[in-house]
Structures are given as structure tokens and as C-alpha cells.
């Protein structure tokens, strides 16, 4: 059975039920063409998880890198956890992702090959397990994004101009 979430208006099913969203990348699907999406599990240690918990992250610099079978996490800043002392992580260490190996097959190794980048779309919590939502997409060039935006602006209009007519 599929809800209406009252805000959006936006069909909200199972997969997000136990979802708890840490950080967005929001720049990402702006500046890149996301052709194809991935959930990866993230290894994380202990005081890592607790900045987590309280949102302390950044996606912003952050890209995915295949290295040797491995795909690794590169460039995503998660703050120190402040009571961990001396226990504490570095914020910018390179975390490893958790695919299966066909998986990174089929989906890492096709970014590697043709010259695509795998970007970090969004963090989040499912079933008290960390996911990073990765995504495969090409680099878009300043005219992209203008006609994105101009794109973007027509169908507003007429959606807009749609509901106003029904009135």
C-alpha cells in the first residue's frame, strides 16, 4: 500500500519507512547527468557513527574511487566526535564501500572504463546501518546546466499555468 505524504504530495512506500536521512548531496545532480543509482554500505568506526548520528557530515568534495576490487570513498568530511578523545578519526580518511563484486563489476567498473564519475548523492540510516546512495553520472558543462535550468523554468510555468486554468 503506497501513502501519500501530506506535505510533498509525493507517494512515500516501504523503502523509505525505516530511513533516516544524514546529509544530501545537493549540488550533485546539478552538476553531474546521474544515468544509473546504487546503495552501498559504508565501513565506518565507532566515533565516526556517532558524528553521523548527530549530522555532523559533508558530501559536498566527496567522489567514489575503484581501487584494485575495492571501491573507496574519497574526499567526505565527517566531523571529529567530540567526547572520543583520543579514540577520535580522521575526518577525511578514505572509507570503504561495501559492494558485492558483481556489483562493482557492473557498476563501478563502468565509471571507471568510459570516463564516468561516481558521485555521492545522499547518506542515511536503514535499519541502523549507514548507506551511502552512490550514482553514476557525467560531468554536465555550464550550457548544460543553463539549458537544465531553462527547461526546468517552462515546465514550472506551464504546470503553473495548467492550475490556474482548472481553477
Not at 88 to 95: K, T
Request: glycine fraction near 8%; include cysteine.
Amino acid at each position: 500500500m503506497v501513502k501519500k505524504n501530506r506535505k510533498s504530495g509525493k507517494a512515500t512506500g516501504d523503502e523509505n519507512k525505516n530511513e533516516k536521512r544524514i546529509a544530501e548531496n545537493r549540488k550533485a545532480r546539478r552538476n553531474f547527468e546521474v544515468m544509473d543509482t546504487l546503495e552501498c554500505g559504508i565501513a565506518l568506526v565507532g566515533s565516526e557513527v556517532k558524528s553521523l548520528r548527530n549530522g555532523k557530515v559533508s558530501l559536498d568534495e566527496a567522489y567514489g574511487r575503484v581501487r584494485g576490487n575495492e571501491v573507496w570513498l574519497i574526499g567526505c568530511d565527517i566531523a571529529e566526535y567530540a567526547q572520543a578523545n583520543v579514540m577520535n578519526h580522521d575526518p577525511r580518511r578514505a572509507r570503504k564501500l561495501l559492494l558485492h563484486r558483481r556489483e562493482i563489476r557492473k557498476f563501478a567498473a563502468r565509471a571507471y572504463e568510459r570516463g564516468l564519475t561516481l558521485v555521492p548523492l545522499k547518506m542515511y540510516f536503514k535499519g541502523g546501518r549507514a548507506k551511502v546512495l552512490m550514482g553514476v553520472g557525467r560531468g554536465r558543462k555550464l550550457y548544460d546546466k543553463r539549458e537544465k535550468l531553462k527547461k526546468e523554468t517552462i515546465n514550472r510555468d506551464i504546470a503553473r499555468a495548467m492550475r490556474n486554468r482548472n481553477r
